[in-house]
């Protein structure tokens, strides 16, 4: 198998939930400047917030199955 395949699922694993975490803060962040500007009819911030909204969302999404592929490709190397 791998020699330090724990090791490395525990580095990624904290890696990518750091990376998540973040990624949440920002879609929430996000939101609520796109619900404020969208409020007070600021077209170019609420444009600009959702688009904030949806890469942080993408993040949260990539960084959530990246614990997962990780963890497939490191069975993988074991059974070869």
Not at 24 to 44: D, P, Q, R
Request: hydrophobic share 65%; no cysteine.
């Amino acid at each position: 198998g791998v020699g330090a395949a724990d090791d490395l699922r525990t580095v990624i694993g904290a890696l990518l939930m750091f990376v998540l975490i973040i990624a949440v803060l920002m879609l929430i962040v996000s939101a609520i400047i796109w619900a404020i500007a969208s409020s007070t009819g600021n077209a170019h911030t609420a444009t600009k917030a959702r688009l904030g909204a949806w890469v942080a969302l993408g993040t949260a999404t990539l960084a959530g199955a990246g614990v997962a592929w990780v963890n497939f490709l490191l069975d993988v190397g074991d059974q070869l």
